[in-house]
């Protein structure tokens, strides 16, 4: 069973800049597919970009330009590059175990627990 954890989660100013780690284990990660979610208060929670077993990757409008998803198949880690952050960046971000259908990326049941981003202005 894949099992997500995730981190490098913090507080920054605005402008600034933070990277998130989506470790896995229990499954092959070189065939893994992640997507990076993330949920404001009283927001629903929203696909913020994935990538794909072969490096397929794809960005919420609201985050082109500014964050960037990799992965690295020797550590089994996912990163999300955050950049030039704002304030409305603020929330509890999740990696999730997926798959990419073209390019829709298609969310499994497999979550981690969340790390908190808070961006002040």
């Known amino acids: 069973q894949v099992q997500l954890v995730e981190s490098g989660g913090g507080l920054v100013q605005a402008g600034g800049s933070l990277r998130l780690s989506c470790a896995t284990s229990g499954s092959t990660f070189s065939i893994v597919t992640i997507g990076w979610y993330r949920q404001a208060p009283g927001k629903q929670r929203e696909l913020v970009a994935s990538?794909?077993?072969?490096?397929?990757?794809t960005y919420a409008d609201s985050v082109k330009g500014r964050f960037s998803i990799s992965r690295d198949n020797a550590k089994n880690t996912v990163y999300l590059q955050m950049n030039s952050l704002k304030p409305e960046d603020t929330a509890v971000y999740y990696c999730n175990k997926g798959t990419l259908s073209g390019n829709t990326y298609i969310p499994g049941a497999t979550w981690g627990q969340g790390t908190q981003v808070t961006v002040s202005s």
């Open positions: 990538i794909g077993r072969v490096g397929t990757t």
